[in-house]
């Protein structure tokens, strides 16, 4: 059905020479994505070599490649084993043979989503945060509801950074090669046997790009790759990195995604019938659509055509991370580009704010809001910040005229709702109610549970967590150098009863997480006070951000403290499975970016899945998800007469005054089962009213119905 479809049936066979007969349709599962969201997937990979499976990341390819022949002997030899193996085979088969969702959308004519990352699970290096765990969610949906859609993005050969903490807390970053010949995909061929490879023009050279397919259940991600032969070193550079320090070299990124993916998806015999610009880097894909709708006969009138086709989803609430280049800049790398067009002037002019004015800047962001015929940001206060951020763009227009409307975010439940809860909500909430998370009925058995019962699912959930922070913050502190009683002090100080706080994100400045040290008397009294907290961090600064690093040094600061050994850890190289124990485990989940800057946010959502309680400014997702039963809130308007500083001191009075007078004595007034019934009632609030507005199915639904659909 897809291109690639004959080179993934070749990769699946030859896995499969290696295996036992019995586990030969664990090639199949293998090479599909599918099972990291299957309830058991994971585990039934795990139990044929666990050590193997922990160093190999997870890889399901390297796992069966690497694993000695004894013990995959062994496990074909396990007639329950080979009957766990048949039953996640017959239901990745069966979800396949599903007839495609009826509507305008066709196999033949798909949703072509274009995303610079995606986070479809740990072991594919390709993502560095929300907005790339956001398009994985995305692709997973789509899969589910079976939305023909297909993804178009990078082959990172080195990905994002790895992190590591000094003793004063300061990052260093490090990349590793992540080989696609060893990881769950395919290059995909033509009929010749050839890599079926497409040409983007860039400086001077006319740069080969290969394609890679990865699988994410019936969704081929398609994956553009640079590092071929016949480039030049410079040309093989460009899809090496995420988030490329160089603006060059993002330039020529952008050119490759945005180009090339229209390009590869021609040569892949692919004709989609919208393309979703998931952000504005793969913006300068509607130049081609214009050459492609003049050759169509659009001479009079090519743009129209390209907006016909394009829709552009907006994530980024601010205007400096809206990057803009200066002539020079896109010219030196994409001048050839621009000859395409017939017009340099044109070429510059549609990715400014005043396409007039030729000492303004070009924006991928402005360009894809003037090609696209639906836009949209990701949570109803977004909208509203875009609206007034990119009016200038609109002149004429009242700010409310604007045209970007929104669609929130939601996450992809069967990827984020794990452990005890899963097996909570599977045994009350009814056979296939994954299929019906959107609706409010589906989840309205929650109130029947008793609270006996969700109490303990927290708190199993709560004591794996602790257990993986021990082990993980020892390893950590006697890599970093840390003396051995300080790498010692969480096997001994973090308790699995105790109230677990945590806050894990991209941690740029306007996320905050120097508020919890702005007050550190107070953090000291709430970590050693008569009910102590214990709280967990993870993050990474972006390798050029010196002050998101100085944030970190802050916090690191508290460990001085004789109590803070044994009740707060920082947890490196902030991750997907890592993200998946913290938000599963923690009892609160703090969110507390400066306001306006939070365009959705949507750790949050993910863990209200496991019975997590949110403590947030009123800003992205909370804005309107928060009703008074159901979390807490801090204040999320925007003081003209404070300055940064004092806003930041304010917010912090607020979150400690919060967790003082409110969450900690809630957690603390049990009955006399030992059951928090007030806490017990809120996490049952939660989870009624978060579960199914902030669903991935309710958002790609949204996306078909608001955005996909011609007018």
């Known amino acids: 059905m897809w291109a690639g479809d004959h080179d993934m049936e070749r990769a699946v066979k030859e896995l499969a020479q290696v295996l036992p007969e019995p586990l030969r349709a664990l090639a199949r599962i293998a090479y599909d994505y599918r099972w990291s969201w299957s309830k058991d997937g994971a585990a039934m990979f795990e139990a044929i070599d666990p050590p193997r499976w922990a160093r190999t990341g997870h890889n399901p390819r390297r796992l069966l490649t690497e694993t000695h022949p004894t013990l995959l002997a062994s496990a074909a030899a396990n007639s329950d084993f080979v009957g766990w193996v048949s039953r996640i085979a017959a239901e990745l088969a069966a979800d396949r043979a599903r007839p495609v969702a009826p509507g305008a959308l066709t196999a033949a004519h798909p949703v072509a989503f274009c995303c610079s990352e995606f986070g479809v699970h740990g072991s594919l290096p390709i993502y560095s945060g929300g907005l790339g765990i956001l398009a994985g969610d995305i692709l997973k949906e789509a899969s589910d509801l079976a939305l023909p859609l297909v993804g178009v993005g990078l082959m990172y050969r080195t990905g994002y950074f790895h992190q590591r903490i000094d003793v004063t807390g300061y990052q260093y970053e490090y990349w590793l090669d992540a080989d696609p010949e060893r990881l769950p995909c395919v290059r995909v061929t033509g009929a010749d046997g050839r890599p079926v490879t497409v040409s983007v023009p860039m400086d001077d050279e006319n740069v080969a790009v290969q394609i890679w397919r990865v699988d994410v259940g019936r969704v081929p991600l398609y994956l553009l790759d640079t590092d071929l032969a016949q480039n030049s070193q410079v040309g093989r550079w460009v899809t090496s990195r995420l988030y490329e320090s160089s603006r060059a070299i993002r330039l020529a990124q952008y050119a490759v995604l945005g180009m090339g993916g229209v390009r590869a998806l021609r040569a892949l015999g692919?004709?989609?019938?919208?393309?979703?610009?998931?952000?504005?880097?793969?913006?300068?894909?509607?130049?081609?659509?214009?050459?492609?709708?003049?050759?169509?006969?659009?001479?009079?009138?090519?743009?129209?055509?390209?907006?016909?086709?394009?829709?552009?989803?907006?994530?980024?609430?601010?205007?400096?991370?809206?990057?803009t280049y200066q002539r020079s800049e896109v010219l030196g790398m994409l001048g050839r580009m621009a000859d395409l067009v017939g017009d340099r002037e044109q070429f510059l002019a549609m990715g400014r704010i005043d396409p007039g004015n030729p000492n303004q800047p070009m924006g991928m962001g402005a360009l894809a809001l003037r090609a696209s015929r639906h836009a949209n940001g990701v949570s109803r206060r977004h909208g509203a910040v875009a609206r007034a951020m990119w009016q200038p763009l609109f002149p004429g227009r009242a700010v409310a005229d604007v045209p970007i409307t929104h669609v929130t975010n939601g996450v992809h439940i069967p990827t984020w709702l794990q452990g005890p809860m899963r097996e909570l909500l599977d045994r009350h909430l009814g056979e296939g109610w994954l299929t019906r998370a959107d609706q409010s009925a589906t989840w309205a058995p929650i109130q029947d549970i008793p609270a006996g019962e969700l109490w303990a699912a927290r708190c199993n959930a709560r004591r794996q967590l602790?257990?993986?922070?021990?082990?993980?913050?020892?390893?950590?502190?006697?890599?970093?150098?840390?003396?051995?009683?300080?790498?010692?002090a969480p096997n001994s100080g973090f308790d699995p009863d105790r109230i677990t706080i945590g806050f894990a994100r991209r941690l740029a400045t306007y996320k905050r997480l120097h508020l919890v040290a702005l007050l550190p008397e107070?953090?000291?009294?709430?970590?050693?006070?008569?009910?102590?907290?214990?709280?967990?961090?993870?993050?990474?600064?972006?390798?050029?951000?010196?002050?998101?690093?100085?944030?970190?040094?802050?916090?690191?600061?508290?460990?001085?403290?004789?109590?803070?050994?044994?009740?707060?850890?920082?947890?490196?190289?902030?991750?997907?499975?890592?993200?998946?124990?913290?938000?599963?485990?923690?009892?609160?989940?703090?969110?507390?970016?400066?306001?306006?800057?939070?365009?959705?946010?949507?750790?949050?959502?993910?863990?209200?899945?496991?019975g997590g309680l949110q403590v947030s400014v009123l800003d992205g997702w909370w804005a309107e998800a928060f009703d008074g039963s159901n979390g807490w809130a801090i204040n999320g308007d925007v003081d003209p007469d404070l300055s940064e500083a004092a806003q930041d001191l304010r917010d912090a009075r607020a979150l400690f005054d919060l967790l003082e007078?409110?969450?900690?004595?809630?957690?603390?007034?049990?009955?006399a089962q030992g059951v928090p019934q007030g806490w017990v009632a809120m996490m049952r609030r939660s989870l009624m009213t978060h579960g199914p507005r902030f669903s991935a199915t309710r958002m790609v639904r949204e996306y078909t119905d608001l955005i996909y659909m011609p007018d």
């Open 270 to 323: 692919i004709a989609p019938a919208v393309y979703h610009l998931n952000e504005g880097h793969s913006a300068l894909g509607v130049f081609e659509l214009m050459c492609q709708a003049r050759a169509e006969g659009w001479a009079d009138d090519p743009w129209r055509r390209v907006r016909e086709q394009v829709v552009f989803t907006t994530h980024t609430p601010v205007p400096a991370g809206n990057e």
């Open 466 to 488: 602790v257990d993986m922070i021990t082990r993980r913050a020892t390893s950590d502190r006697l890599r970093r150098g840390d003396s051995l009683d300080y790498a010692a």
């Open 522 to 610: 107070r953090a000291l009294g709430l970590i050693g006070g008569k009910n102590p907290v214990q709280f967990v961090f993870a993050g990474k600064a972006h390798p050029d951000d010196t002050a998101a690093k100085e944030v970190v040094r802050q916090v690191f600061a508290l460990k001085r403290a004789p109590s803070v050994s044994g009740r707060a850890a920082f947890l490196e190289d902030y991750d997907i499975p890592l993200a998946g124990h913290l938000v599963a485990g923690c009892d609160v989940w703090i969110n507390v970016p400066r306001p306006p800057n939070e365009a959705s946010g949507t750790s949050g959502m993910k863990s209200c899945l496991g």
């Open 661 to 671: 007078q409110s969450v900690v004595p809630l957690f603390h007034e049990r009955d």
